[in-house]
């Protein structure tokens, strides 16, 4: 490996640019998580370096006042090497942090459902379909383009947005159902009826599942109801909401907050 060089000459970004300081940081970290009874061989493992090279990176280690050696495979890191790990960790996230506001947070990039087989590169219009975000290679009044390509059905990266994405919001119907103990739930049929005009049928409280179970429904939200409902509608979406009187009053102050669309319906009412 040649001579020793003291770790703590070693400026922060050295801990990404050279490779030996890279390798140093993470040996002193793993003989960290393992003191005082160090494996030179699981380091080498994990590390993917020989042992012999473990052996003289945590001989340099000693040398440098970072490790101290109590016995054969027993080794302590010091206060200066912990000191040693959380500056060049504390440069590491400052780096990272760097990276995900200034260079990632600058790109915007969205998910979308592909409707055909997209390249890199090629501009497609969007939609949005069942609540959903979707990329059509036949264009649209809104536009995107394609930065990872994929075949129809599969997700893809869009960005460089032009346009509105024009669609209407949902609505949402609400069908309170009694706690147990203010009375009897409301005759299936209607429950069943409600639901023949919605896209998404949504259960708040146990009297709710209860009685979407009987009207033999599978509900598509049961849990998150108040958030559920309410993305689902702000995307397109008529949804049934079944909710128990006493889960009602938070799952209305919701919508309202969000702005969306609701009316509460009588469950006798058809």
Do not use: C
Request: hydrophobic share 40%.
């Amino acid at each position: 490996m040649g001579p020793s060089e003291d770790p703590g000459e070693a400026t922060a970004p050295r801990v990404l640019d050279d490779r030996r300081d890279a390798t140093r940081y993470r040996v002193l970290v793993e003989i960290a998580a393992r003191q005082p009874a160090v494996s030179q061989e699981e380091i080498a493992d994990v590390i993917g370096v020989t042992s012999q090279a473990v052996s003289d990176y945590v001989r340099d280690l000693v040398d440098g006042g970072f490790v101290e050696k109590h016995g054969r495979g027993r080794y302590e890191v010091t206060k200066e090497g912990v000191d040693w790990i959380i500056t060049r960790t504390d440069a590491l996230s400052e780096f990272v942090s760097r990276v995900s506001e200034d260079v990632l947070g600058s790109v915007d990039v969205d998910a979308a459902v592909t409707t055909g087989s997209v390249e890199e590169g090629d501009e497609v219009g969007l939609e949005m379909r069942d609540g959903v975000l979707h990329a059509v290679p036949e264009g649209g009044s809104a536009t995107a383009v394609v930065v990872t390509g994929g075949e129809a059905g599969e997700a893809v990266g869009v960005t460089d947005f032009e346009g509105v994405v024009e669609y209407d919001p949902g609505m949402v119907t609400v069908v309170p159902v009694p706690a147990v103990t203010e009375g009897s739930p409301p005759p299936l049929d209607v429950i069943t009826d409600r639901a023949a005009g919605a896209e998404l049928v949504a259960v708040g409280g146990t009297e709710a599942y209860a009685l979407a179970t009987r009207a033999d429904l599978r509900p598509d939200v049961r849990f998150g109801s108040a958030t559920g409902v309410s993305q689902a509608a702000l995307r397109g979406l008529d949804v049934l909401l079944l909710v128990s009187t006493d889960e009602l009053s938070r799952h209305t102050t919701r919508l309202r907050e969000d702005g969306v669309r609701y009316e509460v319906r009588d469950s006798l009412e058809r």
